[in-house]
């Protein structure tokens, strides 16, 4: 390596060096020769070039360099010697002695003097301690393992760029900065590279979720596989690593594992010197430690409580304490830290608390086609932090705003837009609403990417009539397809039009300017698999959406995707998440399936032992003719269901948006009025429906005859057998607003019975909106459309059937049985407080 | 540490969910973990109708009671919107990998 330096150089040209024999001055001795250590020299120097006579240890073998560009020179961008802060001459120059490939092993803080590995003991006036931080390495068996390093130092980029010559897999674990770099860097170098992240997602602490989840779509995109919420069991390997054992058992093999979990404070020189450490060694505004001689710098360093990972407070405080060596007195106030990076050339950039909170305001800017997201977090009128993707160029500009405490409040409207538009507008003659800014576009400037629309099309459009956005929609396809552009096409209805302007269609809720079927439509559109996807595409306005749309969106996938879409557990209300009704009381019901409604000794002898056997105070015949157990506590759910699904029943789903129960009379059975089995006929239609998620809850019934014993004419889908066959009934409703059915047809088989049900659920399954019942939902299409899509279309009724058969071949798992069986069972269990008693 | 309990690590709350905590008083503590990986404990009560606000939907720094769905606040615990009422907040933080809740606050709460 060229740069090495040999302790023997310096000896060879000892007389050279401008270090005097009897050197007066007072001797300043660094411990690291790293970013931080180099640069306090660099300040001191620009201050005051000759008052310390001055020494560095360095651990490596090398003279300084800079850190954060380890990832180029892994990457291939940049070689070694371009990365080289200050060269060998540099020291030199400056009279600085380079003790390098030496690391200092002890400070004895009453003789004043440091000794090294190899055994010198250099005697100090004054000592700065900058060894930085060390690698965390997670205690993992196999950690030690040859082929196991961490991301930190020259020596390991060479490990990495060896390991890469040979090809093969790599395990990066740890998602975040760091860890991507490397991950980045091994891909490009020709690796396989898995990044493992024991996070929901990639670098929590410096993005939010949305901007985490683009990061790691893109990442994929570029052929890494990431794995997050992923916990990593073990590292195994016959005297070389061969692989990454994952807790839940998956096996990822590896010739090369980076772990980059994060750093630690390198404080265990300092500590065993005597000076006071908490997380770091602990300094005061100019740097300085418990010891008055001793000061320390960057990231091996506390203040204010504060410890810092990132290159510019680490700027900071080499100025601080280079003023405190030189009798000024500014002093460090602490540090205010942006992330800003690119990753496979990714931009991304942070800044501040982002996390939100009370009081806080989120101004989020979602631009799907650019694969932009800007979150700005606005508190009193000031910016508080900042999330960028896609498009970091105005990263500094917040970052000087939140600085500076700017208010905002002036060009609020326009902040998310960037300097350019914001100044801008306040530079051309006080345009600072955005409807202005419209209006003063030129015809040909371009309002919607996506279809080509021109400002000139929309208000045009706008002038033959179109009066809402919807209208311009239809009219010329602005803001028709990603929506991004939703806002100008608004701005310029309101600067056509006044006061004139039509209120849309009814928002999903306050997150989005998008209806129910918008939503819809775009999900299977643009193929869209995941709640964080839709939010970022259609432009939500809030990071994670609110209680009203995220169990819509979670409905809206499921049905999308049957088979292929993970559900979010956490986007279900209580009931749907704990498999039962929560009642006032916080306790839950619990309603067994009884198929068609009927049962038999053993299941009722399991109900009756339940309910003795929990102390359910009250059990009840529900109006679906199924039993009912009350007062269950969440801790006893999951033995309930165990002992109820050892008597071969399993959950009635009396909780969900799903089909609930399939009412049912005797039927020609029993009854001598009865003309078709309607009992059995309901349990066929229970068997094939049970389990199936719906905009809403669904209720059918089956009835023997036109008596109609089973009230079947007031349930979502009902059947009331005549003697020439089955009329089948639709959209009826027996709660607030007591809606009968419409008569959709009449069939002459219980066969062809069965596929219209199971074809008009689907369509209602696909078409409603999410909470929208039946009833509503045929008042709003029209009865005509139904019959359209199910009576008169046989091909379209087919499909909608295959549709709805595909989806329940992966819905009828009863959820009871999996969480009996322990999946989730900790959700239903308090935490273990520890240290309780002491007192 | 003889003000704070040690009550677990992050890993054991969903994300937008909660955990319960079971102190020796009468009433639960719930302690949620946000999207963005912060940490609020609250009472398990609604103020409107003592709903278990640990089974409702989280969302941003909000959760949505399970039973009527007023919206709580959870820095604070207050209900939002037009809804009026406080459920009692505990100090809570996460240090060396745990979860801590401040002693005396929860003993109180949970009274």
Known sequence: MEFQVKDERRTDSGDDVLVPFEDVREHLVVVGNGMAGCRAVEELLARDAGRYRVTIFGAEPYVNYNRIMLSPVLAGEKTFEQIVINDAAWYDDNGIELIAGDPVTGIDRAAKAVTSQSGRTVHYDKLLIATGSDPFIIPVPGKDLPGVISFRDMKDVDTMLEAAGKGGSAVVIGGGLLGLEAAHGLTLRGMKVTVIHLMDTLMERQLDEAAGWLLKTALEGRGQTILTGANTAEIYGEGQVEGVRLKDGRDIPASLVVMAVGIRPATSLAREAGLEVNRGITVDDHMVTSDPDVLAVGECVEHDGNVYGLVAPLWDMCRSLADGLTDQHTGYKGSVTSTKLKVAGLDVFSVGDFSGGEGCEDIVLRDASRGVYKRVVVKDDRIVGAVLYGDTADGGWYFDLLKKGEDVSDIRDLLIFGQAYAVLGASGGGALDPKAAVAVLSDDAEICGCNGVSKGQVVACIDAGACSLDAVRAGCKASASCGSCTGLVENLLAVVLGDDVKSGPKTMCKCTSFGHDDVRREIVAQDMRSIPEVMQKLHWSTPDGCSSCRPALNYYLLCALPGDYVDDQQSRFVNERMHANIQKDGTYSVVPRMWGGLTNPRELRAIADVVEKYDAPMVKVTGGQRLDIFGIKKEDLPAVWADLNAAGMVSGHAYGKSLRTVKTCVGSEWCRFGTQDSTGLGVKIERMTWGSWMPHKFKIAASGCPRNCAEATIKDFGVVCVDSGYELHVGGNGGIHVRATDLLCKVATEQEALDYCAAFIQLYREEARYLERTAPWIERVGVDYIKSRIVEDDAGREALRSRFLYSQSFSQEDPWAERAAGANSELHQPLQPIAIAAE | ?111
């Open chain 2, 1 to 111: 540490m003889t003000d704070w309990i040690d009550i677990g690590t992050l890993a054991d709350i969903p994300q937008r969910g909660a955990r319960t905590v079971q102190l020796s008083g009468e009433k639960e503590i719930a302690v949620f973990r946000t999207g963005d990986d912060q940490l609020f404990a609250l009472v398990n009560e609604c103020p409107h109708k003592k709903g278990p606000l640990s089974q409702g939907i989280v969302h941003g720094h909000s959760v949505a009671c399970p039973l009527h769905n007023w919206n709580i606040a959870l820095k604070t615990g207050e209900a939002q919107g037009n809804d009026e009422g406080c459920t009692p907040t505990i100090a809570v933080k996460e240090e060396g990998g745990r979860i801590w809740i401040a002693r005396p606050m929860a003993m109180q709460a949970a009274a």
